[in-house]
């Protein structure tokens, strides 16, 4: 089994800053793309940013320039440095791992979510 254990979440005011962490531990051989993902109330799902394992990057739109992706494939840890917050950036944030096992296959992983609140 393998579990993604998220931290860093919070209220900040608007203009601020938050840097979210996210580690997986368990059976893990290898861990392929990482991401964030976040959830705001009445609204689907949505990718935040994405790192591959080498480091190729997406992120959403809204968040270019503003946000940014690392990991540490030592620790199978990603990050995501939020800057100059913004009130609709305000969701519950997620983090996903592709994760390859003992087992054949890959499977996706998802942490439980932390909630970021941006007041104005």
């Known amino acids: 089994q393998v579990q993604l254990v998220e931290s860093g979440g919070g209220l900040v005011q608007a203009g601020g800053s938050l840097r979210l962490s996210c580690a997986a531990s368990g059976s893990i051989f290898s861990i392929g793309a990482m991401g964030w993902y976040r959830q705001a109330p009445g609204k689907q799902r949505e990718l935040v940013a994405r790192i591959g394992r080498v480091g190729s990057l997406k992120y959403a739109d809204s968040v270019k320039g503003r946000f940014t992706i690392s990991r540490d494939n030592a620790k199978n840890t990603v990050y995501l440095q939020m800057n100059s917050l913004k009130p609709e950036d305000t969701a519950v944030y997620y983090c996903?791992?592709?994760?390859?096992?003992?087992?054949?296959?890959?499977?996706?992983?998802w942490g439980q979510g932390t909630q970021v609140t941006v007041s104005s």
């Open positions: 996903n791992a592709v994760v390859i096992t003992g087992q054949p296959g890959e499977y996706d992983y």
